[in-house]
């Protein structure tokens, strides 16, 4: 290990400097409100983050390597197995954080580092702008083919891009000759994020019948933000219209995708993905951050109202009720990092800075707090002294704070630092503690009791775009009554929130059918033999997980699937209509084009995928590729053939149960099953229209010994009746009247969401009450799908005391979403 040189250490804050974030622009005028006390001089110190930043040469070229993981407590370096030395995601991120610090000090110890890490930074980046993630070595060995490093304009794309960005405005004040390698690094990278998403501006897909910008990169708003970080950035140092053209067509897209209010869930938030309007999670979510910038270098006023409605709805619970991990239906606290807590400081310090409002100020420096103590376990997960930040906090006391110290935890808490440090008003709070709080109440259906019928408890975690809080929920039929008790600690008026599944009950439940092959099906893409076999047919656009928008129609973009199955394998045809066939990789490598991906459950009870497997014709011939096991899958034969009329082509599959993982196939068996493929960007078609990565999404495929067994299935397609409470939820508090929620409400397909219950708030006092809960539908048969409640206070209220005893009260009335900061 080598010693950390002693010239380049800590900070001294100084009220008027402007550090990375906006720091092309001078300081906005310090209003006669951003005063107080400033910081002791050690506030920011690069120690830690100097001893997990190796120099190494790779050839002829010096770069900084930085040591990804560094553990409690002798704190030595961990490499992360299999991946890799070091990774471009945090080593881009480290050279944020020297460029910042060189400019609030001016230290070209500092600098030097930032050029070692843009070094680096360089050298995962390809020809075609793209990058790699990981090197396996101190000398430069890439790793090109794992999960979390193959050649991408993804998250580690970026993530550099942001570096080279900054780095570009950077040094073009003192080393212009590295600053036009910068650029052309940079000016790579934006040409190939510009041809790759240059296409489908203005259009929408919907999902749930909400309208959604199908134009956002890859799909994620939250990736999509730090592009546009970088975008911002470069503009700043050098405006220009292609990057001008870029931005506009990325931030229109995040700015639009903004769902619900401070009273309708999502509750105003920037969801971070197309496919799943109602899931965010903390990390890397710069949205509201991003906005904020984009539209102040582009005097771009809708980008940021769209940053600030987030930041004064979704983002202000996190204030005024507790901090989260993620939402999606219900919130989860634990697991919280410096990663998302350094998002909520960046964009309300960017909202400040923007609109010179000082209550982002204010509220920036109470979310920064988190790291000095103000956090669920009290503890200061940030040490001055060491300039080391804990991994996290997966508890409420002491013992559940993850004491390790890796190099993204360390380096997001010095970027938030770093932000803050630019106003003594945001510094004030640093100190600040939580002495007071009116809470919501999460309320798990599992903590009920059956009080009539049976109530079904199952267990179920992710769904695809949601989660099921605890990983249980409850399916209620008719006569079913759950009994739900809950503590409600405060008196007062509250919501009542359910998370619960909304049903689609006039859409069509597809039941698979595979019949057995009367001897072994010759593979040869020629379907003779399949003639009488049941078509299964993805051809329509509510079958479109996502990227719906990118749809040229059934004749163009669709596929039939059949199924049969003897004692040793199961047989697959699939007729894809495409007129141009793509896929110049092979093995692993076939997912970035055409290929037919299939996936299986073999119990058929949704717990867990046996396999995932594509089918892909490549340069190398026909191969099939185990995505689980990581190799080809074994025993498996595949044919491909295009079609005489020219429009798409088969494939044909002889896949080994065995290989599968499926155990004793006979008639009758039921194993999960879907087959999909995207038709372009970051698309998905399949049978369905869900995330088949998730079990019990798969449709049911049974085995049959012929079509005589469809009489017994009621054949392969029930079509259920719809109506206004055909399927619904009833919920009466305390013995009460009977409050119905309607379940049958999805336009498209079943999705999990939270939806206020009643006409009105719940007047509750202090302590114990019942929940209970039924399935009040009027379709015979059905049942209702019940994850849990969101007891919630009409208006919320915390109080946070300083060390001088000064105190700040934040509240925020929900019915109105209007905000009070009182300070005495």
């Keep these: ?124 980046q390809n020809d075609d702008g793209t990058f ?70 203005g259009e929408y897909n919907l999902v749930h019948g909400m309208r959604i910008p199908a134009w956002i990169p890859n799909g994620s708003a939250d990736e999509a933000s730090v592009a546009l ?26 700015a639009q995708y903004r769902l619900g209010d401070s009273l309708t869930y999502p509750f105003g938030m920037h969801p971070v993905t197309t496919n799943a309007p109602g899931y965010w999670h903390a990390w890397g979510s710069h949205q509201v951050h991003a906005l904020a910038e984009a539209g102040a270098a582009l005097g771009r006023q809708d980008w940021i109202d769209s940053a600030a409605q987030a930041a004064d709805t979704f983002l202000v619970r996190q204030l005024v009720f507790e901090h989260i991990k993620e939402i999606g239906i219900l919130p989860r606290r634990l697991g919280q990092i410096a990663y998302g807590t350094n998002m909520m400081v960046q964009g309300y310090m960017a909202l400040y800075h923007t609109t010179g409002d000082a209550r982002y100020a204010q509220f920036a420096g109470l979310a920064t707090s988190w790291f000095f103590g103000n956090n669920m376990a009290g503890v200061p997960v940030y040490d001055p002294a060491t300039g080391r930040c804990f991994d996290g906090l997966d508890g409420t006391v002491e013992w559940r704070v993850n004491r390790n110290a890796g190099a993204e935890s360390t380096i997001e808490a010095l970027l938030a630092l770093l932000a803050v440090s630019r106003s003594p008003l945001a510094l004030r709070y640093l100190d600040y503690r939580e002495i007071e709080v009116r809470p919501y109440v999460i309320v798990e259906a599992e903590q009920g009791r059956p009080a009539t019928g049976k109530p079904d408890l199952r267990t179920r975690d992710w769904t695809g775009e949601a989660y099921f809080s605890g990983g249980h929920y409850y399916s209620l039929g008719e006569g079913d009554v759950l009994a739900v008790p809950f503590h409600a600690p405060q008196p007062g008026d509250y919501w009542l929130y359910t998370a619960y599944q909304r049903e689609a009950v006039a859409a069509r439940e597809l039941q698979l059918v595979a019949p057995r092959a009367p001897a072994p099906i010759v593979v040869n893409g020629v379907l003779d033999e399949w003639d009488d076999v049941p078509v299964f047919s993805a051809n329509t656009a509510r079958q479109f997980l996502r990227g719906a928008a990118l749809w040229r129609g059934p004749e163009v973009d669709s596929f039939d699937v059949q199924f049969m199955w003897d004692d040793e394998h199961l047989y697959i045809a699939a007729t894809v209509r495409d007129p141009v066939h793509e896929q110049d990789e092979v093995g692993p490598g076939v997912w970035r ?27 190398q ?8 096991a990581g190799t080809w899958l074994p025993q498996a034969r595949l044919a491909w053939q295009p079609l005489e009329t020219g429009n798409g082509y088969i494939y044909e599959a002889a896949l080994p149960f065995r290989s ?66 055909a399927v619904a939820l009833g919920v009466s508090l305390d013995g009460g009247p009977q409050m119905i929620l309607p379940a049958n409400t999805a336009p498209d397909r079943r999705y999990l969401w939270l939806d206020q219950v009643g006409d009105g708030p719940l007047s509750l006092e202090a302590g114990a009450h019942i929940l209970n809960v039924t399935y009040a539908g009027t379709e015979p048969g059905r049942r209702v799908v019940v994850d849990g409640f969101l007891v919630q206070p009409v208006v919320a209220r915390r ?26």
């Design 1 to 124: 290990m080598r010693a950390v040189d002693g010239t380049l250490r800590r900070l001294t804050i100084v009220a008027s400097l402007v550090v990375l974030v906006s720091a092309s622009e001078p300081a906005l005028p310090v209003s006669a409100q951003d005063g107080g006390p400033h910081p002791g001089p050690e506030l920011i110190n690069l120690d830690h983050l100097l001893f997990l930043t190796e120099p190494v040469q790779f050839g002829d070229l010096p770069v900084a390597i930085v040591h990804i993981y560094s553990e409690y407590p002798e704190y030595e370096w961990v490499d992360a197995a299999g991946e890799g030395i070091s990774a471009v995601d945090d080593v881009a991120r480290a050279a944020l954080v020297y460029l910042g610090y060189y400019e609030q000090t001016g230290d070209v110890h500092a600098l030097e580092q930032a050029r070692l890490c843009l070094n680096f930074v360089r050298y995962l």
């Design 132 to 201: 790699h993630n990981f090197v396996y070595d101190r000398e430069g060995t890439i790793n090109t083919q794992g999960h979390t490093s193959y050649k991408s304009l993804g998250w580690w794309a970026v993530r550099s891009l942001w570096a080279l960005a900054e780095g570009y405005r950077v040094f073009s004040g003192v080393d212009p000759a590295y600053a036009a390698e910068l650029q052309a690094s940079y000016r790579l990278t934006e040409s190939a994020l510009a041809a790759a998403h240059s296409e489908h501006y």
């Design 229 to 254: 970080l970088a975008l911002t950035a470069y503009y700043r140092a050098d405006p220009n219209p292609a990057t001008q053209v870029l931005i506009e067509y990325v931030a229109d897209g995040i």
């Design 593 to 619: 084009q055409d290929a037919l991906w299939g996936y299986i459950d073999a119990t058929g009870r949704g717990t867990r995928l046996s396999a995932k497997f594509t089918l892909a014709q490549t340069p």
């Design 621 to 628: 011939g026909s191969q099939v590729w185990d995505w689980i």
């Design 660 to 725: 599968l993982r499926v155990d004793r196939p006979e008639p009758g068996k039921v194993l999960g099953v879907e087959v999909g493929r995207g038709v372009g960007g970051d698309s998905f078609l399949d049978l369905t229209g869900a995330d088949p990565d998730t079990a019990a999404n798969l449709a049911d495929l049974m085995l049959v010994n012929d079509l005589s067994d469809l009489d017994a299935l009621g054949g392969a397609e029930v079509v259920l009746t719809s109506g206004a409470h």
């Design 799 to 824: 109080v946070f005391e300083g060390p001088d005893g000064a105190c700040l009260v934040l509240i925020v009335d929900t019915r109105t979403g209007d905000i009070t900061v009182q300070e005495g």
